[in-house]
Structure formats: structure tokens, C-alpha cells
């Protein structure tokens, strides 16, 4: 049986700080401390007052799953190539940015 997000976590457009949105775009209306999962990204987000800040802070993006690599990648960010069965992590090598193979063990 499956269940969506929304039956484990109280979701709520209007937050009072406690609840999380989950959605492709930042909630319009912002409470300190509410949180926002992006849909499209699947980074948690926290309103501090003026900002979001990412939870947790610093962290490398999450995991890309897919046959193509993700745009616009971020050093440290991994992808996992369902094509192949790779897992990849994007570095710069000298200067020239790079996907590589993270050796598997048989």
C-alpha cells in the first residue's frame, strides 16, 4: 500500500511555523520557521525572517535518479544513472568540470 506524503506529515499552504509546504514554487505567504520540501528538487527549505535557509545547512544536493544527468550540476552533487547503474559524483578536474563513476564493488 502506498501513501502520499500528505498522510505521514500535516501539509499546510499557511504555516504557522510548525508545518511544511511541499510544492515546484516557494510558498507565497512566509511564517518564520515554516518549511518548504521543493517538489522539484527534493531540498528542505526554513524561512529565517527575510531568506530561506537549506536544511540542512551546507548540505550537497540531494541525489539526481535518472538517465540523464541533471542541469546546471553543483560540485559534490551525485547522480545515480538508471541507464547503466552508475553512480556519479560532479567535481571540477583541473579545471574541467567533470561526471565520475563511483567505482561499484561486484
Known amino acids: 500500500m502506498s501513501k502520499n506524503l500528505s498522510d505521514i506529515f500535516p501539509l499546510s499552504a ?3 511555523g510548525g508545518g511544511m509546504v511541499v510544492s515546484a514554487t516557494e510558498p507565497a505567504e512566509k511564517v518564520d520557521g515554516m518549511m518548504w520540501l521543493d517538489s522539484t528538487t527534493a531540498r528542505v527549505w ?3 525572517e527575510d531568506k530561506w535557509l537549506e536544511f540542512p545547512a551546507g548540505g550537497a544536493p540531494a541525489v539526481h535518479v535518472g538517465n540523464t544527468a541533471p542541469t546546471n550540476p553543483v560540485e559534490g552533487q ?6 547503466d547503474g552508475y553512480l556519479y559524483v560532479y567535481y571540477n578536474n583541473a579545471g574541467n568540470p567533470t561526471w565520475m563513476a563511483v567505482e561499484r564493488q561486484s
Open 14 to 16: 499557511n504555516s504557522s
Open 78 to 83: 551525485q547522480w545515480l544513472n538508471t541507464d
Open 46 to 48: 526554513i524561512w529565517d
